[in-house]
Structure formats: structure tokens, C-alpha cells
């Protein structure tokens, strides 16, 4: 190279030579994949911003895939759930939450037109086999996940057929029986599952012979006897019970005739029963519930524990809900209702810390009733069981359901469930614990991640578009087959896929890579360690934190030095 | 034979033929060699923490490069990219003088047209270079018709030498040169229209882009690349030392410059406006004042001066609105919220729906 005379020259690039990267005061930039707000809500643990981002590359069979290793039921999930998800999706600040409920009942739907195959394999013939009480969605989903671990699975249950609360519980406007069909008939031909109808615990076998004969037992009774239920001492004679007339309906399609009735409860199958009384005949129904309505001012403790488009629905229809009351007095004619007093009541903070009901004097007024139908839930049949129940429940106190070495319990029988997801996410977690207890370990641990607030992602960089509504038939239409909430399809399910923030995970959107003045962001074609396509040359980064403050899923986040 | 196994051993050990001397072989690139974009300014460059223009000059050289020279003006951007011996650039780069970087590119691209070759030049200045003390060079670089794109980084005030106002340096901000206080609110004196100054020399295009707005920006740059001719380019790059903000803000600063119409993006093509970037929602000027120190003296609550001095900038911001016609018209995939929004895989301005 010619020699100049004057001046300087630098070969090119030399500036690498220098590492500006000790420039960093206090903070650096790391990749944290925090827990998207859905996926810590699902109580079936499913990691919807996982699933959702399989759509949005396209592959709706991956999304299946990914959604199917928590949770085996969604075509039933994505109709029954309340979506817990869709109430903690940081998007409902922005444009309204993401319609995750209908994303996962068309996948569930597509994966049973299409056949897809569960990510299963057919245990060792060898493999330990753990015995499961109840096919409901607990014991259903606690079968699936010991094959997932490569258990047997053995399950017994007491009716002529599988389904448990699904098939007895939920009207088939909510959950069509083909739909519910389908899905449990696809599951319980994985190879490895064994189904014993007809069996009942505690006549049909024992807890300890169960014991004897199988590696773990997992216990998804579900709750089938109704709580006592009077007031003040009253009960009318001709009283029914809430569940047990649901599923009388259910059986036979005919309600007992009544013109007023009052259904004294707050849970979904108080709602699904308002609505069925309703379209039966009934003229007035009126749902009267401690709890309050969903609202701005509502405490979200206090807010009634339904679907909430059940509710929406219910309202549509004509019922009415008196909220924040409670049945006071029946008023009796000989020993049939005429009518309820209804008086006010909140449940209020006490001194022990604990929330009591206060009822108010003054508001006492009287309904016109010929019916009062309690929902005020139900309790674990003791049968076979005693003397693992405290109280109405099992209350295992931790997550894995344990109840004695190698014995779980699942779903509704916790006194601290009462969804189906709930008892969904119960299966897999005991069969979990199941599985390391059989191999000698102890208890999983928990993923114990952070969860992804919405101050913590950019919401610069998101398009606003509008939530998908799904078709519904109109509320006079509505009749006791056909099915309310109608399918989005698929253009809708992979345009919804798209409004996902993806919420503590990366988005591969290049920002970090695009907008570093020091080029100290890399970007790779294979995955990183992390599972993200970039890395941080931590020679170069003077940790300036824009590509933090520009990431618009928070998955870099600035960090003290010493981390 | 033995070659044979040695073949084989090659094969096995690379998975293909053995590369030739000159072929760059996979296996042995660094990351930082693999990233799929053009390096023309590199890392360990001495730009502070959030350095808005570092951005603006990367951002340029890889939508530009390879095949260019650049002259470059006195200013941050050369000290902080040059500390002899050693060269963040990767192209070939001079330095003169402050005043005279059009003017060092004139001979650049005059050398290069003598010697039949097709090498782009780039002149780089910083607002200092461009709006003052470079200006004539940079008028006659334009009046000569010379085949360079000129691309001013524009910080608002002389950030090398200590923060003192330019020509540049918006209405009522603080600088070490005209500080606020007791007789004034910053700067007495307006930012200079240089763009419409530029756009009367009737060359074939000038615009303005912000570094918060990269794929518009980098559009803009190759957009001057491919036109015969002088191209202008001003590249709004906040300086979180000087404007006195977070380092982590430089992006949502810029941002809210162009939101707020304080900063408009617009391209002119032979004097006449072509193109807007038209804004989605507009902002209030506060919104951006209130992000940096520079402006602290105008967000003081019951100050009747700073009332007056924001009720002014307001004023300036919509007579940008109003004369460029910036106000957005329901939504737009080229508007200021369209050409930000990303999805998996990338920014989705330009991606074919």
C-alpha cells in the first residue's frame, strides 16, 4: 500500500479492536422469556402465546401440538372454559382481549376433522400402571399425561360411560355430544389407556386394593352429592336440586312446569339452568347470587364465577339476576314455596382478615315463587374415600394433589377447584408427581417464572384490529340442541393468531437488531441458547437500554451487571 | 490414494468439497461476519450510550453499501467513529475539515467519474456542518449537479464541542450557548428550513427521515442511491447527552417528534413535495418537550414564559401540520403507527400481505 505523506489512515473495522462494552455502568441486557399473562391464568397450563405463535407462522397442526401437551380436550375446553386467559390477556387494554377460547375449540374441531395424532407413544409393555378414578376431564386428562410419561394408564369409573360432569352437567347448547364424543372416544384409543365402566369405588374396588395392584392411584371422583340446603330450617317438599335437575333434563328433556323460579346460586350450572327453565317455559326466572355482575367497580374477587358469555347471554334471554343477595325466607303454603324473601347482602372484610356476609336490614323484599332451586354446589361422595376428605373435599395443599404417598387428588373434589380446565391442569400435574414419585424422586419442581405485565411490553409497534366475534344464533332462535356459539373458521382463527403480543417471548420483529447504535445485537440463523435469533455481543453493548425500551414483548430486559 | 482419504477426511469434517483459499468457508465465520446485512460502521465506535446518530450512520451505510466512499464533515460523528489508529468504517472514508465534506465528496466523485467507475459517494455532516458552517460547499455541491447523496445527521445543536446552539437548534431549547433563564426561554431564534432551502437548488431529491423510523429511513436512503444526481438526506438523530433524556429514549424521542409534526417527514422531488409521512394520531408537543432536559423550562407548571413557549411550538408543530398536510387520514400501512407495526419475523411495512 502507498505510504501517505500527510495525514493518517486506519485499516478497516479497527474501531473492533476497542471494547466499548466495559462502558457498561450498572445494567445490561438479557433475554428473560417471562410467562406470558394467559399461560400463568390457564389453570389447564396450557401456553397459549406458545400455541398462538405456531398460527402465526402458519402451522396450525404445531399449534395443536403445543396446545395438546397440557391440555387434551380442547374442542371441550374451548366451549366450556371460563378463560381465565382471555380476563388476564394484556391485549384487553389495548383492543379488547384475544378470542382464545374460539382459536382453541376450532383447533380442537380441526384436529378431530382431520385426525390429527395425539403426541403420544404406546407404553412399554412393561411400563408401571397407575389407576385412575373417574373419566371425567380430570381422570381423562390424568390418564393422557401418564402415557405422556410413559405409564399405563387404568382407569375406572362408575357410569356406563365417560364423560363425567361433561356428558351430565353441561347442556348440549354449551357442549354438543358429538363434539364431547369425538374428543374422549380419540383419547381413550390411545394405545395404553384401559376404560372399566360400571366399576364404582368402594363397592365394585377398594382404595387399598387399587393400592396393591398399581403403581399410584389418582383420585378424579368429581363431587356427585348435593350440599344440605335450607333456610332457616325451611325445605319445601317438592325441592330440586340444581345439578339433579340438570342432569334429570338431560336424561328425560322436561323440566317440572313452574312460572316463577328462583335459582339461588352462582355458579355456571345456575346459569345454564336459568336459561334451560327459561326456554322450557317458565315466564319469570330469576337468578339470586351473593356475588356481584362483572363492572368496572366490581372487586374481581367479588365478580359471579361464570363464563362470562354465558352471562351476557343469560341476559340477552330475559333472565334476571338480583346480585349481591341472598334467600332470606321462603314463604310457604303448607309445605310448597309461594314466594322468597330476598334481602341485600356484601361480603365484607372481618377482623380475622377472612371475607363474612353482611346482610343489610332494611332491603328484605318478596319475589313471587312456585319453585326455588338451590345451586349452591355439591360434595365428594364419601363412599371408599373417607378417610382421605376434609370436610365435603380433598385439600392436598399443594399443587401435585397428594393426598398419601403414590395417591393424588384431582378436579372438583379439591375443595379449591371448580373448572374444567382446573381439573385439566390437576391430571397433568399428579401425573407428574406420579411419574418422578414411581421413579423414586421427589416432587416436580414449579415453574416459578415471572409473569409479563402489560407496563412491560411497547405497545407502539402492535396494528390495533378489532377482536373476532363469533356467530351466535339470536336469542329467540335458541332452542335446547343446537349449539349458541357458532365456529370462527379458519381464516378467523389464523387472523386472530395474528393479534397475540406474544407477551414475554420473543417475536423475532428485528427491533433489538435494528435499532442498536453499536451493532452489538446479533443476529443468527440458528437458534440461539435461548430460543431467540439474536445475542448480545456484551464486548460492544455500552447498555444504553433501547433495544429493552424498544423490545415490544419485554423479552429484553435491562438487568443489574452483577446478574 | 492417500489424497483419497484426505478427501474424505475434508468431507467429513466440513460436509462438502474443501473450500478454495479465496472462498469464505462457513465454518469459519464469526456471527458478527454471518449477520445478513452490510457492517459499513462497526462496533467499538466511541459514541455515547443511545447516540442517535451511531443509529442514523448504521442504518444508512447498510442500505447504502458496499460500493461507496464517504467524505465526512468535522462533528461527533467523525470524532467518535475515527480515534487514530483505528476506523469503525469498512468503507472507504475521509476526513477533511468541517466546512468542506460536499465539497471533498465533489472531488471523490469526480475522481471516480475520471476513472470510469460506478462507486457511490456519500458526504456526512452533522447539523453544524450542514446548516452553517458546511453550507456553501454543500450549495455548490448541489449547483455542480455532482452524483452525491449528502446526508446531514441532524442533533440540534453542536454536540461535540459542548452543546452549543446551531442553526439548527429548535425554537426555545436550552444550549450551553443559549442557556434559560432569568432574560430567556433557550434559544430566541427558529430551526432553520434547510430543507426547503436544499429543495430550491431544483436538485432531484431531498427528504427528511428520523432513526425511529428505520425501514422508512433506510427507503429513503435507497431510493437516493439509485438516482444520477444530487440527493439530500436529513436524519432527525436525538442526542441523549445534549437533549438530556434517558439513553434508552432515543427511539421514542425521535418518535415523538415526528408524532407531535414538530419533525415532518417529507420528500421533495425537484422542489415540489412528493410524498408525506402522514401521522396516525397526532400528539401534542408536549409529549415530546416533556421527555428531555433540554426542554425542563418549558414544562413548568404556572411559568407564563413557558405557557407562551409551548403555545409556540404548538403553533410551529401545526403549521407543519397544516402547510405539509401531515394529518393522517384513517389508517395507513405507510402512516407513522403502519410503519412501525412488526409481527413475527419482522417489521410488516413491505411485506406482502
Same mark, same amino acid.
Given at each position: 500500500?502507498?505510504?501517505?505523506?500527510?495525514?493518517?489512515?486506519?485499516a478497516p473495522g479497527t474501531s473492533l479492536n476497542?471494547k466499548t462494552g466495559?462502558?457498561?455502568?450498572?445494567?445490561?441486557p438479557?433475554h428473560?422469556?417471562?410467562?406470558?399473562?394467559?399461560?400463568?391464568?390457564?389453570?389447564?397450563?396450557?401456553?397459549?402465546?406458545?400455541?398462538?405463535?405456531?398460527?402465526?407462522?402458519?402451522?396450525?397442526?404445531?399449534?395443536?401440538?403445543?396446545?395438546?401437551?397440557?391440555?387434551?380436550?380442547?374442542?371441550?375446553?374451548?366451549?366450556?372454559?371460563?378463560?381465565?386467559?382471555?380476563?388476564?390477556?394484556?391485549?384487553?387494554?389495548?383492543?379488547?382481549?384475544?378470542?382464545?377460547?374460539?382459536?382453541?375449540?376450532?383447533?380442537?374441531?380441526?384436529?378431530?376433522?382431520?385426525?390429527?395424532?395425539?403426541?403420544?407413544?404406546?407404553?412399554?409393555?412393561?411400563?408401571?400402571?397407575?389407576?385412575?378414578?373417574?373419566?371425567?376431564?380430570?381422570?381423562?386428562?390424568?390418564?393422557?399425561?401418564?402415557?405422556?410419561?410413559?405409564?399405563?394408564?387404568?382407569?375406572?369409573?362408575?357410569?356406563?360411560?365417560?364423560?363425567?360432569?361433561?356428558?351430565?352437567?353441561?347442556?348440549?347448547?354449551?357442549?354438543?355430544?358429538?363434539?364431547?364424543?369425538?374428543?374422549?372416544?380419540?383419547?381413550?384409543?390411545?394405545?395404553?389407556?384401559?376404560?372399566?365402566?360400571?366399576?364404582?369405588?368402594?363397592?365394585?374396588?377398594?382404595?387399598?386394593?387399587?393400592?396393591?395392584?398399581?403403581?399410584?392411584?389418582?383420585?378424579?371422583?368429581?363431587?356427585?352429592?348435593?350440599?344440605?340446603?335450607?333456610?332457616?330450617?325451611?325445605?319445601?317438599?317438592?325441592?330440586?336440586?340444581?345439578?339433579?335437575?340438570?342432569?334429570?333434563?338431560?336424561?328425560?328433556?322436561?323440566?317440572?312446569?313452574?312460572?316463577?323460579?328462583?335459582?339461588?346460586?352462582?355458579?355456571?350450572?345456575?346459569?345454564?339452568?336459568?336459561?334451560?327453565?327459561?326456554?322450557?317455559?317458565?315466564?319469570?326466572?330469576?337468578?339470586?347470587?351473593?356475588?356481584?355482575?362483572?363492572?368496572?367497580?366490581?372487586?374481581?374477587?367479588?365478580?359471579?364465577?361464570?363464563?362470562?358469555?354465558?352471562?351476557?347471554?343469560?341476559?340477552?334471554?330475559?333472565?334476571?339476576?338480583?346480585?349481591?343477595?341472598?334467600?332470606?325466607?321462603?314463604?310457604?303454603?303448607?309445605?310448597?314455596?309461594?314466594?322468597?324473601?330476598?334481602?341485600?347482602?356484601?361480603?365484607?372484610?372481618?377482623?380475622?382478615?377472612?371475607?363474612?356476609?353482611?346482610?343489610?336490614?332494611?332491603?328484605?323484599?318478596?319475589?313471587?315463587?312456585?319453585?326455588?332451586?338451590?345451586?349452591?354446589?355439591?360434595?365428594?361422595?364419601?363412599?371408599?374415600?373417607?378417610?382421605?376428605?376434609?370436610?365435603?373435599?380433598?385439600?392436598?395443599?399443594?399443587?401435585?394433589?397428594?393426598?398419601?404417598?403414590?395417591?393424588?387428588?384431582?378436579? /372438583? %373434589? +379439591?375443595?379449591?377447584?371448580?373448572?374444567?380446565? @382446573?381439573? $385439566? *391442569?390437576?391430571? #397433568?400435574?399428579? !401425573? =407428574? &408427581?406420579?411419574?418422578?414419585?414411581?421413579?423414586?424422586?421427589?416432587?416436580?419442581?414449579?415453574?416459578?417464572?415471572?409473569?409479563?405485565?402489560?407496563?412491560?411490553?411497547?405497545?407502539?409497534?402492535?396494528?390495533?384490529?378489532?377482536?373476532?366475534?363469533?356467530?351466535?344464533?339470536?336469542? /329467540? %332462535? +335458541?332452542?335446547?340442541?343446537?349449539?349458541?356459539? @357458532?365456529? $370462527? *373458521?379458519?381464516? #378467523?382463527?389464523? !387472523? =386472530? &393468531?395474528?393479534?397475540?403480543?406474544?407477551?414475554?417471548?420473543c417475536?423475532a420483529c428485528d427491533n433489538c437488531w435494528t435499532l442498536c447504535p453499536d451493532n452489538a445485537v446479533i443476529k443468527t440463523q440458528e437458534l440461539a441458547s435461548d430460543g431467540s435469533h439474536y445475542l448480545f455481543d456484551l464486548d460492544y453493548c455500552?447498555?444504553?437500554?433501547?433495544c429493552?425500551?424498544?423490545?415490544?414483548?419485554?423479552?429484553?430486559?435491562?438487568?443489574?451487571?452483577?446478574? | 490414494?492417500?489424497?483419497?482419504?484426505?478427501?474424505?477426511?475434508?468431507?467429513?469434517k466440513f460436509g462438502r468439497e474443501p473450500a478454495a483459499p479465496t472462498e469464505p468457508r462457513p465454518g469459519e465465520r464469526t456471527p458478527r461476519e454471518a449477520q445478513p446485512r452490510f457492517r459499513g460502521l462497526e462496533s467499538g465506535h466511541?459514541?455515547?450510550?443511545?447516540?442517535?446518530?451511531?443509529?442514523?450512520?448504521r442504518l444508512?451505510m447498510e442500505s447504502a453499501g458496499p460500493d461507496?466512499?464517504?467524505?465526512?464533515?468535522?462533528?461527533?460523528?467523525?470524532?467518535?467513529?475515527?480515534?487514530?489508529?483505528?476506523?469503525a468504517w469498512r468503507v472507504?472514508?475521509?476526513?477533511?475539515?468541517?466546512?468542506?465534506?460536499?465539497?471533498?465528496?465533489?472531488?471523490?466523485?469526480?475522481?471516480?467519474?475520471?476513472?470510469?467507475?460506478?462507486?457511490?459517494?456519500?458526504?456526512?455532516?452533522?447539523?453544524?456542518?450542514?446548516?452553517?458552517?458546511?453550507?456553501?460547499?454543500?450549495?455548490?455541491?448541489?449547483?455542480?449537479?455532482?452524483?452525491?447523496?449528502?446526508?446531514?445527521?441532524?442533533?440540534?445543536?453542536?454536540?461535540?464541542?459542548?452543546?452549543?446552539?446551531?442553526?439548527?437548534?429548535?425554537?426555545?431549547?436550552?444550549?450551553?450557548?443559549?442557556?434559560?433563564?432569568?432574560?430567556?426561554?433557550?434559544?430566541?431564534?427558529?430551526?432553520?428550513?434547510?430543507?426547503?432551502?436544499?429543495?430550491?437548488?431544483?436538485?432531484?431529491?431531498?427528504?427528511?427521515?428520523?432513526?425511529?423510523?428505520p425501514?422508512?429511513?433506510q427507503?429513503?436512503?435507497?431510493?437516493?442511491?439509485?438516482?444520477?444526481?444530487?440527493?439530500?438526506?436529513?436524519?432527525?438523530?436525538?442526542?441523549?447527552?445534549?437533549?438530556?433524556?434517558?439513553?434508552?429514549?432515543?427511539?421514542?424521542?425521535?418518535?415523538?417528534?415526528?408524532?407531535?409534526?414538530?419533525?415532518?417527514?417529507?420528500?421533495?422531488?425537484?422542489?415540489?413535495?412528493?410524498?408525506?409521512?402522514?401521522?396516525?394520531?397526532?400528539?401534542?408537543?408536549?409529549?415530546?418537550?416533556?421527555?428531555?432536559?433540554?426542554?425542563?423550562?418549558?414544562?413548568?407548571?404556572?411559568?407564563?414564559?413557558?405557557?407562551?413557549?409551548?403555545?409556540?411550538?404548538?403553533?410551529?408543530?401545526?403549521?407543519?401540520?397544516?402547510?405539509?398536510?401531515?394529518?393522517?387520514?384513517?389508517?395507513?400501512?405507510?402512516?407513522?403507527?403502519?410503519?412501525?407495526?412488526?409481527?413475527?419475523g419482522g417489521?410488516?411495512?413491505?411485506?406482502?400481505?
Open positions: 500500500m502507498t505510504v501517505l505523506t500527510r495525514g493518517a489512515y486506519a476497542f466495559n462502558w457498561r455502568s450498572t445494567e445490561k438479557v428473560i422469556h417471562a410467562k406470558a399473562p394467559c399461560h400463568a391464568a390457564c389453570p389447564a397450563g396450557e401456553d397459549q402465546q406458545a400455541w398462538f405463535a405456531k398460527m402465526q407462522e402458519g402451522h396450525a397442526q404445531e399449534a395443536w401440538l403445543n396446545l395438546v401437551t397440557a391440555n387434551p380436550l380442547p374442542a371441550v375446553t374451548g366451549r366450556v372454559c371460563p378463560h381465565p386467559c382471555e380476563t388476564a390477556c394484556n391485549r384487553a387494554a389495548i383492543d379488547g382481549a384475544l378470542a382464545i377460547h374460539n382459536v382453541e375449540r376450532w383447533l380442537g374441531d380441526e384436529a378431530i376433522a382431520r385426525g390429527w395424532e395425539y403426541p403420544v407413544d404406546a407404553p412399554a409393555p412393561d411400563a408401571p400402571a397407575v389407576a385412575v378414578i373417574g373419566a371425567g376431564p380430570g381422570g381423562l386428562s390424568a390418564a393422557y399425561h401418564c402415557l405422556r410419561r410413559g405409564l399405563k394408564a387404568e382407569i375406572f369409573e362408575a357410569l356406563p360411560e365417560a364423560g363425567g360432569l361433561l356428558r351430565s352437567g353441561i347442556p348440549r347448547t354449551r357442549l354438543p355430544r358429538e363434539t364431547l364424543n369425538a374428543e374422549i372416544e380419540r383419547l381413550l384409543a390411545l394405545p395404553g389407556i384401559t376404560l372399566r365402566l360400571h366399576t364404582r369405588l368402594g363397592r365394585d374396588v377398594s382404595l387399598d386394593e387399587l393400592n396393591q395392584s398399581h403403581a399410584a392411584v389418582l383420585l378424579a371422583p368429581g363431587c356427585q352429592e348435593s350440599k344440605h340446603w335450607d333456610v332457616q330450617g325451611a325445605v319445601p317438599s317438592d325441592l330440586h336440586e340444581g345439578l339433579a335437575l340438570l342432569r334429570e333434563f338431560m336424561d328425560h328433556g322436561a323440566f317440572p312446569e313452574a312460572r316463577n323460579v328462583v335459582v339461588h346460586g352462582g355458579g355456571n350450572t345456575a346459569v345454564d339452568l336459568c336459561r334451560l327453565m327459561k326456554r322450557a317455559g317458565s315466564e319469570h326466572v330469576t337468578l339470586i347470587t351473593a356475588s356481584g355482575l362483572p363492572g368496572p367497580g366490581t372487586d374481581p374477587d367479588d365478580i359471579i364465577n361464570v363464563v362470562p358469555r354465558e352471562l351476557e347471554e343469560a341476559l340477552e334471554e330475559g333472565i334476571e339476576i338480583l346480585d349481591h343477595a341472598t334467600v332470606n325466607r321462603l314463604i310457604m303454603k303448607g309445605s310448597k314455596v309461594t314466594g322468597v324473601e330476598v334481602v341485600s347482602l356484601k361480603k365484607e372484610p372481618g377482623s380475622d382478615g377472612r371475607k363474612r356476609r353482611v346482610s343489610f336490614e332494611g332491603t328484605e323484599r318478596v319475589l313471587p315463587a312456585d319453585m326455588v332451586i338451590p345451586c349452591i354446589g355439591e360434595r365428594v361422595d364419601p363412599e371408599g374415600l373417607n378417610h382421605l376428605l376434609d370436610g365435603n373435599y380433598f385439600w392436598p395443599g399443594t399443587p401435585w394433589g397428594k393426598l398419601e404417598d403414590g395417591v393424588y387428588g384431582i378436579g /372438583d %373434589a +379439591r375443595g379449591d377447584r371448580g373448572t374444567v380446565a @382446573g381439573a $385439566i *391442569g390437576d391430571g #397433568a400435574k399428579a !401425573a =407428574e &408427581a406420579a411419574a418422578t414419585y414411581i421413579a423414586g424422586g421427589q416432587d416436580p419442581q414449579l415453574d416459578t417464572r415471572e409473569e409479563m405485565p402489560a407496563a412491560g411490553l411497547n405497545p407502539v409497534y402492535y396494528a390495533l384490529s378489532p377482536r373476532a366475534e363469533p356467530p351466535k344464533v339470536p336469542p /329467540d %332462535a +335458541r332452542d335446547f340442541g343446537t349449539e349458541i356459539e @357458532g365456529d $370462527i *373458521g379458519r381464516d #378467523a382463527a389464523m !387472523a =386472530e &393468531a395474528q393479534r397475540c403480543l406474544s407477551c414475554g417471548n417475536l455500552k447498555g444504553c437500554g433501547l429493552a425500551h424498544e423490545c415490544p414483548t419485554g423479552y429484553i430486559q435491562m438487568v443489574p451487571e452483577t446478574a | 490414494m492417500q489424497d483419497q482419504a484426505r478427501l474424505a477426511e475434508l468431507r467429513q466511541r459514541a455515547c450510550q443511545g447516540c442517535g446518530e451511531a443509529l442514523a450512520a444508512v461507496v466512499m464517504v467524505a465526512n464533515a468535522t462533528g461527533c460523528l467523525e470524532v467518535f467513529t475515527t480515534p487514530w489508529p483505528q476506523s472507504p472514508w475521509i476526513h477533511s475539515l468541517f466546512e468542506n465534506s460536499a465539497a471533498v465528496a465533489s472531488g471523490m466523485e469526480a475522481a471516480m467519474k475520471a476513472k470510469g467507475k460506478n462507486t457511490k459517494v456519500l458526504a456526512f455532516g452533522g447539523d453544524g456542518g450542514t446548516y452553517d458552517i458546511g453550507f456553501q460547499a454543500l450549495s455548490g455541491m448541489l449547483e455542480r449537479y455532482h452524483n452525491i447523496l449528502y446526508v446531514c445527521y441532524d442533533n440540534e445543536a453542536y454536540m461535540n464541542t459542548g452543546i452549543q446552539r446551531s442553526s439548527s437548534t429548535p425554537h426555545a431549547a436550552t444550549t450551553t450557548t443559549s442557556p434559560a433563564g432569568k432574560e430567556r426561554m433557550g434559544k430566541r431564534h427558529l430551526k432553520k428550513d434547510l430543507l426547503s432551502i436544499i429543495a430550491a437548488h431544483h436538485i432531484p431529491y431531498a427528504a427528511s427521515a428520523s432513526v425511529a423510523y425501514q422508512d429511513l427507503r429513503k436512503v435507497r431510493y437516493a442511491m439509485g438516482i444520477d444526481g444530487p440527493t439530500f438526506l436529513v436524519v432527525h438523530s436525538p442526542c441523549p447527552l445534549g437533549w438530556r433524556h434517558a439513553s434508552a429514549l432515543t427511539i421514542e424521542v425521535a418518535r415523538k417528534a415526528v408524532e407531535c409534526g414538530l419533525f415532518p417527514l417529507v420528500e421533495l422531488e425537484r422542489g415540489a413535495v412528493t410524498n408525506i409521512m402522514p401521522i396516525r394520531q397526532v400528539r401534542p408537543v408536549t409529549d415530546y418537550l416533556k421527555l428531555q432536559g433540554r426542554f425542563a423550562h418549558l414544562t413548568r407548571d404556572g411559568d407564563p414564559r413557558a405557557q407562551e413557549e409551548r403555545d409556540h411550538l404548538q403553533a410551529l408543530a401545526d403549521y407543519n401540520i397544516q402547510v405539509f398536510g401531515l394529518a393522517g387520514d384513517g389508517d395507513d400501512p405507510a402512516d407513522t403507527a403502519g410503519v412501525t407495526t412488526v409481527g413475527r417489521p410488516l411495512a413491505g411485506r406482502a400481505s
